[in-house]
């Protein structure tokens, strides 16, 4: 299949815009190691549910919109996919050490941010969107199922798609089992193939061959980011996209691969 990348968006310390992150990612510029990651509360959201946005709405919603911007489309005209690993671990560490105690009463908003598509949820309630989304997790594959669905959809419907991609941190003890130590997010809008008006084309497809390693940011400070969470994986495919040289990746996907062969 073929797709045309026409927005992209990425959050994660030291990725604050995708100005910033473009002149990192093409090696003009370093990673700063010191950077925090700072998200203010979603604009889009009101008041009320601004309060009640924990970080991978913050994350989410950031990437979304300034990728849907991008691309020429307000944020909530498209259909999604959103992939998340984890989805909001800080939330089920919570329900779960409330179970545990002595007064196990459970916080209705918190129970409504443990589940997976929350976070689609305020991207539809923030926008005033009805268009359908999807919302996938599919542990260390996550970011694998979550393109190959963006471009099937793209391909299928002949029509852009929003796909978004995030995850934050996780507390111990279920971060002694799942790695997830800073917040990322990415987002990227993709259309059918339209050569000449993107950021690149990719030609992705599922083969049934084993997968070699996966591969692996240049930059060694986004290596740092790729180790630390989940979805850093989307680090890799923006790299080779503002680097601007054709590039072929391959991640694993349950017995097989997605191969992806970017052209600038």
């Known amino acids: 299949m073929r797709v045309s990348l026409i927005g992209a968006a990425v959050r994660a310390p030291g990725l604050g815009s995708w100005e910033q992150a473009r002149a990192v990612l093409a090696g003009e510029l370093p990673l700063d190691p010191d950077a925090l990651l700072d998200l203010p509360p979603p604009a889009l959201l009101s008041p009320n549910e601004r309060r009640r946005a924990g970080l991978p709405v913050r994350l989410a919603l950031a990437v979304c919109e300034e990728a849907s911007r991008m691309a020429g489309h307000e944020p909530g005209a498209l259909p999604g996919i959103f992939g998340s690993s984890n989805g909001d671990g800080a ?16 916080s209705p908003t918190r129970f409504h941010n443990s589940v997976h598509n929350a976070v689609a949820g305020y991207w539809s309630i923030a926008t005033g969107s009805s268009a359908p989304i999807t919302v996938l997790g599919c542990h260390d594959a996550t970011f694998a199922a979550s393109l190959l669905k963006a471009a099937s959809e793209c391909v299928a419907e002949a029509m852009p798609i929003l796909l978004c991609l995030y995850d934050a941190p996780m507390k111990l ?22 050569p000449g008006a993107a950021l ?46 054709p590039v072929s990746l391959a991640f694993p996907y349950g017995r097989g691969q997605i191969a992806i062969v970017v052209q600038p």
């Open 91 to 106: 939330v089920v560490h919570d329900l779960l050490e409330t179970l545990a105690s002595a007064d196990p009463q459970l």
């Open 200 to 245: 690149a084309d990719l030609d992705i497809a599922f083969t049934p061959d084993a997968a070699p390693p996966e591969p692996e940011p240049i930059a060694p400070g986004l290596r740092s980011l790729w180790r630390q969470n989940p979805v850093g994986r989307g680090l890799v495919l923006l790299e080779a996209v503002t680097r601007k040289q």
């Open 173 to 194: 003890p279920l971060g002694a089992l799942r790695t997830t130590t800073i917040g990322l997010s990415a987002a990227f809008v993709l259309a059918p193939a339209r």
